[in-house]
Structure formats: structure tokens, C-alpha cells
């Protein structure tokens, strides 16, 4: 694997995609996008504004009744263009991804793959769209002739985080596209360069003009105008539970419909009858993956008192194996965090459990750190109390909290007790049980003796304050269409 930061993305990336075409940005301000590895600026992006805004909202207002008229078949041979081009340049755009993102490249890889497996499975969607229009509705009375139709929502605003920036995206863009939705995209601040690929791809592919439309910038500069956009029929969001509600607040005067993807504190079950090493290895992998920068990372460990000691060990173990380093070197673990504000934040959290007392079974005590970079030390503390803030909030970073449980009723109770729902894993030796504890847990996605599981065919999207919406499925089509009937004598 490559060694070097070296890219071929310009350094300074002042213009917006809009059209089809790279236009100066209204916007005056640069924005530092950094190497959180090298602690690097590796280049600088327009922080975009209002104006930018209005001319893409045209641009994709102009181009969506064509669009939507191509039908289905049409707009999926685009999908299915945008999935060979990135998968035509694999590669480099892992190596941008992960020098950009911090990320290792296996993970880069995977957010990648999950994209292009997304955009493939709404070119399907999209082929089927079109035999579902003017379904006949049965109808108990008699004489009438009742047909549905699926019409795009219109014009949407895309709003996408840092910590997977390719398939965050993919799971917005595709379905919309797919519906017949024409776009304006909006990558996060911290990690632009993955999703410049896709204006890239658009030229490449001959996308129609206006159909997806690129801005860079910040949430004061791109993001709230495009929310409160009056020409804006939906905005699908994915990040921090702060900005959701603003964007659902923003949403909400001018009655427009949202998406929102939100944060997560999921718990993790681990039964006495579960195998301890391969239990260790899924409560390791829920957590300290992408140094634990995940929505649905399974940061609450429930597991029954009898295998509690046997299991920290086998984390102890596993952890101080763990190799921190280059995310683009081979053999590493965990990169740094992607960004310095992050990496505060998270370091919040372990100032609060110093002086909360929490017990630890690992930290920066148990191993030293790459002299450069985001770095923080993966940490685990056990018998964390119900009220500790490290309990109930999300902490976005490689800390794992741990308690006991005495019985199977109590683990449902705790897991169940938080404000998010996205996600929860159950891991016994008995799989029935698993499935049967799973389906008394209130979050979106359960996963039973497994971790991150997610597939373009099976829904994403929380219970609770995780969010309002699904993504992916056909439910993430749904999010993009309008349903209608057309109704009269037979
Ligand atoms: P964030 O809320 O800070 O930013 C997300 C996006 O919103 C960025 O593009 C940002 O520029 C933009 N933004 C900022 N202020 C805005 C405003 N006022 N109006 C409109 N847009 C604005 O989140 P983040 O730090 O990028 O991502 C981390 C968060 O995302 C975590 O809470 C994580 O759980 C969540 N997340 C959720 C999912 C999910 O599927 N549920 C997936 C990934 C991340």
C-alpha cells in the first residue's frame, strides 16, 4: 500500500458545481482541510454562501421535471455509472479518503464499497419505480377506478457528516436520484475531498446538467441557507443531534419534509452462554472501528456478571495489540481522530470520567501514542454508573463503557434506557434467544451475533432522538417520493 499523503487534488478548490460547470464560489473565506494524521493543511475549500445556494437551488430546480420524465430505466443506467466510475478509481480515491479522513484504507475501502453497492442496489430501485407506477388500488366500492403514483418530492438539499463521507452521501444521493429528485449536495467541511469525486463522475458520466449540484462550505455558509431555502422541498441530514433539530426547526416554517440521521449510545449484549473470544472480537469491532467516529457504535457493554472478568481480560488483550498509526500504512488499526475539535471533544470525555472516578481497564496509561496526529488512546472503564455523562451521551471516539448485569430482563432494561435508539447488538451462544432479546429492544437496526451489519436492502435510521426517517431499503426510496392517486369512475 502507498505510504504517501500525496494526491492529486488541487489545493485551493474556490469554485462550486453547479450545472455542470466549476463556477467561483460568492463566498470569500477558505476553509483548512486537513491531514489529521500529519496534522497538515493539505488543502483549502470555499466556505461557500447564500448566493451559492440560490444558483444551485436554480440549477436543480430547472433540471428536475426532465429528469423525473427520463423514468426510471434511464436515470438507473446513470447509477449504475456512477458505481463503475468509482469503482474504476478505487484506488485513489481510498488513498484521498483515508489521508483526508484518518480513517485506515481498509476502512476507507469499505466506506467505498458500501456506496457503490448503494448506488447499485437504487439503479435496481429505480428500474422498478416504473412498473410500479399506476398500480390499480383495490377498492371496496363499486364503479371506481383508483391507480398510485410515485412522484419525486423535487428539489432536495443533502446534508451529509465527515465520519463516512462517501456513504452517508450514497445513502441520500442515490435514492433521490433514483426517484427523480434533482440535488443539491452538501459534504461536510471536515472531509470535502472524497465527495468532490462525485462532480467529477457527474462530467464523466454525462450526468443532465442541474441534476446534482455540489457545494462546499460550512453550516453557517452553505448548510442553514440551504435548509431555509424556500425553493427547497426536502432536506435529508445526517450528524450531531445540535444541528438535526435546528434543521428540522428551519424545516418546519415552511412545512418542508426532513431526514434526519442522528446520534446514537448503542448498547451491546453479552450473554453467559456467549463464546468469550468471539464475543470479545464483536465488542471490539462495534467500537474501536473508524476509532469509534461511528453513529451506531456500540458503546454501551452490558454483559452478564458470571463472564464479566473473563471478558475484560480478553478486551485488555485484544486492545493492547491494537496498532495506532498511518492510516495509509498497512497493519493499522486505528488512525487518528479526524479532526483536532474531535479529538477535544472526546478528550472532554475522559476528563470527566478522571474526575468522576471511573474504574479503567485501559487508557493512555497502558500505551504511548504516534508523536503526530489525533490521537487518542482506545479506552474501556467498567462498572460505569447509570448516571456517569460517559453512560448516557454520545462520545464519537474510541471509549468503551462498561457494566454488569445480573439477568437477561435487567440488560433489556439498561440497553433500553438512553435517549438514542439507533442500533444494538446481541451476542449469545443461543441464536433464537439473541433474535428473541433483539426484538424487545427499541432501535433501528439489532444485529445478533454480528456487528455493523448494514445492507443496501435492510433499513437505517433510529428510534428516539436517533433520528426521524430510514435510509436505504425501499423505505430510503419512500424518503424521495410522493405518493399519489388518481381516482375516478372505472
Ligand atoms: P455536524 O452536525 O456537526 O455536521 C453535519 C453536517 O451539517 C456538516 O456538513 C455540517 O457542515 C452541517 N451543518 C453544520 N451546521 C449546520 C446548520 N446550522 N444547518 C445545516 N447544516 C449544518 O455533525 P458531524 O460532526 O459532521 O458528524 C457527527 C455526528 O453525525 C454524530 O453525532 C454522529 O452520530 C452523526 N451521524 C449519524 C449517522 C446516522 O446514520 N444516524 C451517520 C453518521 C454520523
Not at 492510516?327 to 488499526?333: I, N, S, V
Not at 477535544?344 to 487508557?363: H, K, P, S
Amino acid at each position: 500500500m502507498p505510504m504517501t499523503s500525496q494526491t492529486d487534488y488541487p489545493s485551493v478548490v474556490d469554485h462550486q458545481f453547479i450545472n455542470n460547470q466549476w463556477v467561483p464560489s460568492a463566498g470569500t473565506r477558505l476553509l483548512d482541510v486537513m491531514n489529521p494524521f500529519r496534522e497538515e493543511r493539505i488543502a483549502q475549500v470555499t466556505a461557500g454562501d447564500a448566493a451559492d445556494v440560490d444558483a444551485a437551488v436554480k440549477a436543480a430546480r430547472q433540471a428536475q421535471p426532465a429528469w423525473q420524465a427520463l423514468g426510471g430505466n434511464a436515470r438507473a443506467k446513470y447509477l449504475e455509472g456512477v458505481a463503475d466510475t468509482l469503482e474504476a478509481r478505487r484506488d485513489s480515491i481510498i488513498t484521498l479518503s483515508a489521508t483526508n479522513n484518518g480513517k485506515p484504507l481498509a476502512e476507507a475501502g469499505i466506506d467505498l464499497d458500501d456506496a457503490i453497492a448503494c448506488y447499485r442496489y437504487y439503479a435496481g430501485q429505480a428500474r422498478g419505480l416504473d412498473a410500479r407506477q399506476g398500480e390499480l388500488v383495490s377498492v371496496e366500492m363499486e364503479g371506481v377506478e383508483a391507480r398510485t403514483y410515485h412522484d419525486p418530492v423535487g428539489v432536495v438539499g443533502l446534508i451529509a457528516p465527515w465520519n463516512f463521507p462517501l456513504v452517508t452521501s450514497a445513502w441520500k444521493l442515490a435514492p433521490a436520484l433514483a426517484a427523480g429528485c434533482a440535488a443539491v449536495l452538501k459534504p461536510s467541511e471536515v472531509t470535502p475531498l472524497p465527495e468532490r469525486v462525485l462532480a467529477e463522475i457527474a462530467l464523466e458520466i454525462g450526468l443532465p446538467a442541474g441534476v446534482l449540484n455540489l457545494l462546499n462550505g460550512d453550516g453557517e455558509g452553505i448548510g442553514a441557507p440551504l435548509t431555509h431555502h424556500a425553493d427547497v422541498d426536502k432536506i435529508s441530514f445526517t450528524g450531531s443531534n445540535r444541528v438535526g433539530e435546528a434543521v428540522m426547526q428551519a424545516a418546519s416554517a415552511r412545512t418542508a419534509s426532513v431526514s434526519l440521521e442522528l446520534g446514537g449510545k448503542s448498547p451491546i449484549l453479552v450473554m453467559e452462554d456467549a463464546d468469550p473470544a468471539q464475543a470479545a472480537d464483536w465488542v471490539m469491532a462495534g467500537i474501536y472501528f473508524n476509532a469509534g467516529q461511528i453513529c451506531s457504535a456500540t458503546s454501551r457493554l452490558l454483559v452478564h456478571e458470571s463472564v464479566a472478568e473473563g471478558l475484560y481480560a480478553a478486551l485488555a488483550e485484544r486492545m493492547d495489540v491494537l496498532t495506532l498509526g498511518d492510516p495509509l500504512a498497512e497493519g493499522t488499526d486505528l488512525g487518528p481522530l479526524t479532526s483536532a475539535k474531535q479529538r477535544d471533544a472526546v478528550q472532554c470525555y475522559l476528563d470527566i470520567a478522571e474526575q468522576e472516578g471511573l474504574t479503567v481497564v485501559r487508557d493512555e496509561q497502558h500505551r504511548s501514542l504516534p508523536e503526530k496526529g489525533y490521537f487518542l488512546a482506545p479506552t474501556l472503564y467498567r462498572d460505569v454508573p447509570v448516571e456517569s455523562r460517559l453512560w448516557k451521551e454520545e462520545i464519537f471516539g474510541p471509549v468503551l463503557c462498561g457494566r454488569s448485569v445480573a439477568s437477561e430482563a435487567e440488560a433489556i432494561k439498561l440497553a433500553n434506557d438512553s435517549a438514542y435508539g439507533l442500533a444494538a447488538t446481541v451476542i449469545s451462544g443461543d441464536p433464537e434467544r439473541a433474535k428473541r432479546i433483539g426484538r424487545q429492544l427499541k432501535a433501528g437496526s439489532i444485529w445478533y451475533n454480528s456487528e455493523q451489519l448494514v445492507l443496501p436492502e435492510t433499513a437505517w435510521g433510529g428510534f428516539k432522538r436517533s433520528g426521524v426517517g430510514r435510509e436505504l431499503g425501499p423505505w430510503g426510496l419512500s424518503a424521495y417520493l410522493e405518493v399519489k392517486h388518481v381516482i375516478g369512475p372505472a
